[in-house]
C-alpha cells in the first residue's frame, strides 16, 4: 500500500446543539475533530490505507485531542507541527431554523504553518499528496506553504488530488482569489473533486455541462463534479459519465464528500503511477462507484469522525 499524504486544516469543529439558534443565542456546543484534509487521512485511515498529514495545531488541550484522535484511526502524525504561540483553530457552526448555517471562524494555529515546518517531510516516500483546504487560500503562512508543497509534489512526481472546499463565508467578498488559486492546483491535479456550487463558481459556467466541458479543457486528469441525490459527474480521458448516488436516509451530511475523496486515493494508494495512467474507463468507474458507498456510509452516522469508525474496505464489496 502506496503512502498518502494530506495537507492542510486541522481544526476542532464547535457545533451548537441548541436547533435553530444563533451562536450568540445558542448555549451547548459539541466539540468535533475536524479541518477537510484532516477528516480525508481519517477516511483513508479508517479503510486501512497508509496515510499521513502535515498540519499545525496549538500547544494546548484541543491540539491534543486532534493528535489523539487521528493516531486512534491510525494516521501518522509525524507531521503535525505543536505552535506553543498559537491557539488551534475552532470552527463554530449554528444550523439556522431556515437551513442556513451561522459561522465562525477562529483561525490560530492551522494559518501559521510555514515552509520551515514542512521541510523535513520526505517526499519521495509518498506516492499521492492531497490538498483539500480553502482556509490554505487566506492569507498567512499556509498560502505560501501550499504553493511550496505543491511544487515539491510535483517535483516527485506525485499524483496530485485536490479538493477546494469552497467555503462563501470566508471569500465571499474575494471569490476572485479564491477561483485564481484553485485554478492553478486543478490545472496540475491528476485528479479533483468540487461540488455543483463549487463548479459553477470556478468555471463562471451556469450550466452543469458546460462546467464538465471547461474543466476537461483546463485539466487534463480525472475530475469529479458531485451532485448530492442526483449523483456524481466524472471527467475521464475526455468522457463524461453520471455515477448513481446510493438511496439513504441521511442522519448527516458532514464528512461525506471527505469519505469519498478519501476512499477514491484510498483505492489508488495500491497501484503505481504507471498503473495509476493505465486505468481504464471502468476501472475509474469502480473506483468512483466505491467511493460513494464510503460517502453513503457517511451519512448514515452523527458527525465525520464517529462516521469513519464504520468504514472499512468491506462496503465496497457490498
Not at 251 to 273: M, P
Request: with cysteine; net charge negative; charged share 20%.
Amino acid at each position: 500500500m502506496n503512502k498518502i499524504l494530506c495537507i492542510g486544516e486541522a481544526l476542532i469543529d464547535m457545533i451548537c446543539t441548541d436547533k435553530g439558534k444563533s451562536l450568540s443565542d445558542g448555549e451547548h456546543f459539541l466539540k468535533k475533530a475536524g479541518g477537510a484534509p484532516t477528516n480525508v487521512a481519517a477516511a483513508i485511515a479508517a479503510l486501512g490505507g497508509n496515510v499521513e498529514i502535515s498540519a499545525k495545531v496549538g500547544k494546548d488541550p484541543f491540539g491534543a485531542h486532534l493528535i489523539e484522535v487521528l493516531k486512534n484511526f491510525g494516521v501518522s502524525t509525524d507531521a503535525i507541527k505543536i505552535d506553543p504561540n498559537h491557539f488551534t483553530t475552532f470552527a463554530f457552526v449554528s444550523l439556522m431554523e431556515n437551513g442556513e448555517r451561522d459561522f465562525y471562524f477562529n483561525r490560530g494555529a492551522d494559518g501559521m504553518l510555514d515552509t520551515e515546518d514542512v521541510k523535513a517531510i520526505d517526499m519521495s516516500s509518498f506516492l499521492i499528496s492531497h490538498f483539500g483546504s480553502a482556509t490554505a487560500f487566506l492569507p498567512g503562512p499556509l498560502q505560501s506553504t501550499y504553493e511550496f508543497l505543491l511544487s515539491k509534489a510535483i517535483e516527485h512526481h506525485h499524483f496530485i488530488s485536490f479538493d477546494p472546499n469552497y467555503r462563501e463565508l470566508l471569500f465571499g467578498n474575494n471569490k476572485a482569489e479564491f477561483i485564481k488559486r484553485s485554478l492553478n492546483f486543478i490545472q496540475q491535479a491528476n485528479f479533483f473533486k468540487v461540488s455543483d456550487e463549487e463548479a459553477f463558481l470556478i468555471s463562471g459556467k451556469t450550466q452543469l455541462n458546460e462546467a464538465a466541458e471547461y474543466f476537461g479543457k483546463y485539466n487534463n486528469g480525472v475530475f469529479a463534479i458531485t451532485l448530492g441525490k442526483d449523483g456524481t459527474l466524472i471527467g475521464i480521458q475526455g468522457e463524461t459519465r453520471i455515477i448513481p448516488s446510493i438511496p439513504i436516509i441521511p442522519v448527516d451530511t458532514t464528512g461525506a464528500g471527505d469519505a469519498f475523496v478519501g476512499a477514491v486515493l484510498y483505492q489508488l494508494s495500491k497501484f503505481n503511477n504507471h498503473e495509476i495512467n493505465s486505468l481504464d474507463i471502468n476501472q475509474w468507474i469502480s473506483i468512483f462507484e466505491n467511493a460513494n458507498k464510503a460517502g453513503a456510509r457517511t451519512c448514515e452516522y452523527m458527525g465525520a469522525m464517529e462516521a469513519f469508525k464504520h468504514l472499512s474496505s468491506d462496503i465496497f464489496n457490498s
